[in-house]
């Protein structure tokens, strides 16, 4: 190697090694779906940082659901020549990921086999270091918030005759819900409008039975072509049978835009 080579080479090393930010990537994908914006950082040690910046409008998995991937996949693409891993700081701009009470600054420490071990609040070391080596700490120009598409279908509660309903291959002991009356618990149900609305001198159990049926309801699956199937709740439909109970109420998709199904009752959701 010519001393002409051998300069070149140094100075790519002092480059490679200069401390700063490496990346700044504003619609960085963990994988297909989940977003965020990442930038990669070279503290003046060599060590690696990425400042992973999660917004209201971001989808994907949370800093501590993904936690092993986000660090498996930036440790990868970002730090691909560190022989150790980067240390992670999330910045929770998306209210709805921030523990009660904690600054919207985390980082996640990981176990010696890479494995989450637990979420906590960034130091001020770690802070200052990402101060002074150029963080910004905003959404990014190039965010894109998803808008997800219009609902194709409504999720809807109706009144449905228990004869109807399809058969049961209950895998738990029917015991317990045999233990309560689910005739007279879809009986009262039916009297009212919501979970809130029941008769008010009811049984602690039938009240408790009654109030599933609207906030945790018997949940159908019709698909054209295809038999009638659970999704939710065949073993409180089994007792029903049992019972005798005549009508319950249950949870089915239908088009957004097709007309309610027989006994309809309300729409609680679109998706």
Known sequence: M?????HAAATLRRLWQRPGRTADIHMWHLDAVATSRVQAFRDERGHGLALITLRDGDRGASHVNAAEAYRRTIWAEFFGK???????????????????????????????QGRFAHCREVDAEELATLHRLGAQ???GGGYVPYTPPP?????????????ELPGSQPFRDMGRYLAVDWAAASIAALQGSS???????????????????WWDP?????EPGEPLRFMNGQHRAEAMRQQGAVETIVEELRPVDARPLPGELQ???EC
Do not use: M, Q
């Open 137 to 139: 700490w905003d959404h």
């Open 267 to 269: 729409t609680i959701s």
């Open 2 to 6: 010519t001393g002409w080579h051998r």
């Open 151 to 163: 609902p194709t279908h409504a999720v809807v509660l109706r009144r449905i005759p228990v004869r």
């Open 82 to 112: 560190h022989t150790a891993p980067p240390t992670l700081i999330f910045n929770l701009l998306n209210p709805r990921l921030r523990y009660k009470g904690w600054p919207n600054v985390v980082a996640i420490d990981y176990d010696t």
């Open 218 to 222: 018997i949940s159908l699956i019709r």
């Open 195 to 213: 979970e809130h609305d029941l008769p008010a001198d009811l049984p602690a159990d039938i009240a408790e039975a009654a109030r599933s049926l």
